[in-house]
């Protein structure tokens, strides 16, 4: 565990006193320039609310499981609060620092108890009721400029749903120090002195730890996506097409090389399988539209999607990744445990028609 965790307490060669790591962020004391304000338990209660949707899209995309980071989010209050708040000289990059160490060292742990083949797994989305998403997810690009700090729950959740399933499941690729170093510098802007102290390597190896993953999402790039309007209209032509048995009408909008990803968890393990090319996705689709009962519109991580609802219970999400005017990938989750964690109401599952 680092000092940074810990709290331990450091003098800068300004004499200030600091958390170990956090020396130099641009003279700044305290919090936001506070001094002392963190002996109020329920102000530093406020302030970590305030930075809990960042955490939280932060620790998704390490994890790629919204329970887990939930967890991970947990956890880095509780060492918050264990710590030294008042010698924290920049309470939001200790805080993102310290989740980052906390998911990477759940990653680490986690490579000899997964149920699922990574090959089937799809990450955990984030779905809302709707036609269409407010912004295009990003789907394999490096997501650089640094994420938004979330400071109300409809931004949170905006923050968290901005990344899209293609780009997790290519995040569940890379190594753990990989994946934190691509992660909390290229999307959220965290120095690689920093970074290096949490990997336990220099700053110039980090910096390459970076690189490749950096150059293992570019590679995995689906290429640029049209506007979320055009998305549904492709979406909702793949639907219609295999709803009227339309084999052509399929093939028009899938690319020669689309893969479909289903992840039937352990209740369902038989239904997990990739499937690649477009005339093999088009006859599983043709295959999964006769069992289809009911059908709602919905958006996953800013990408469409239709989840299939049986008896008032989600049975299978299908989400489009959509990349020029072409599907270029479908992750089909239905594995019953995490379908009941989607979080829409009775009155949203009431919606879906066949």
């Known amino acids: 565990m680092t000092g940074r965790?810990?709290?331990?307490?450091?003098?800068?060669?300004?004499g200030e006193v600091g958390v170990h790591g956090e020396v130099g962020v641009h003279g700044e004391v305290g919090v936001h320039g506070e001094v002392g304000v963190h002996g109020d338990e329920e102000l530093l209660a406020r302030r970590f609310d305030a930075d809990r949707g960042r955490l939280r899209a932060v620790a998704y995309r390490m994890l790629g499981s919204l329970s887990e980071a939930e967890d991970a989010v947990q956890e880095t209050w509780l060492k918050l609060h264990r710590a030294d708040a008042d010698a924290v000289r920049n309470l939001s990059a200790w805080l993102t620092t310290v989740v980052g160490r906390v998911c990477l060292d759940m990653l680490r742990s986690r490579g000899s108890?997964?149920?699922?083949?990574?090959?089937?797994?799809?990450?955990?989305?984030?779905?809302r009721v709707g036609d269409t998403a407010g912004a295009a997810a990003t789907t394999g690009s490096s997501g650089g400029g640094g994420a938004p700090d979330a400071t109300d729950p409809e931004r949170a959740a905006e923050l968290t749903e901005?990344?899209?399933?293609a780009l997790l499941v290519v995040l569940e690729t890379l190594s753990?120090?990989?994946?934190?170093?691509?992660?909390?510098?290229?999307?959220?802007?965290?120095?690689?002195d920093e970074?290096?102290?949490?990997?336990?390597r220099s700053p110039a190896a980090t910096r390459q730890l970076a690189s490749r993953a950096r150059r293992r999402v570019r590679d995995a790039s689906p290429g640029p996506a049209p506007d979320p309007r055009r998305r549904r209209e492709i979406a909702d032509a793949f639907l219609t097409a295999a709803n009227g048995g339309d084999f052509k009408g399929l093939l028009a909008?899938?690319?020669?090389?689309v893969v479909l990803r289903a992840d039937g968890g352990r209740l369902m393990a038989a239904t997990s399988q990739v499937v690649r090319g477009a005339r093999a996705v088009v006859s599983q689709a043709l295959?999964?539209?006769?069992f289809r009962k009911a059908a709602l519109r919905v958006v996953a991580n800013g990408e469409p999607a239709v989840l299939s609802v049986v008896d008032g219970r989600p049975a299978a999400l299908v989400v489009f990744t959509i990349a020029g005017d072409?599907?270029?990938?479908?992750?089909?989750?239905?594995?019953p445990e995490r379908l009941t964690t989607l979080g829409l109401t009775e009155e949203e599952l009431s919606r879906a028609e066949p």
């Not at 965790?5 to 300004?14: I, K, L, Q, S």
């Not at 901005?162 to 399933?165: A, D, M, R």
């Not at 909008?253 to 090389?257: A, E, K, M």
């Not at 295959?287 to 006769?290: E, G, H, I, L, P």
């Open 5 to 14: 965790e810990r709290g331990d307490r450091t003098v800068d060669a300004e």
């Open 113 to 127: 108890r997964r149920e699922s083949p990574l090959e089937y797994y799809v990450p955990d989305p984030v779905v």
């Open 162 to 165: 901005s990344v899209g399933l």
């Open 176 to 192: 753990p120090a990989e994946r934190l170093a691509f992660v909390l510098h290229d999307m959220f802007a965290v120095p690689f």
């Open 195 to 200: 970074l290096a102290e949490v990997v336990d």
């Open 253 to 257: 909008v899938l690319d020669p090389d």
């Open 287 to 290: 295959a999964y539209s006769r």
């Open 326 to 335: 072409r599907i270029v990938a479908l992750h089909v989750l239905a594995d």
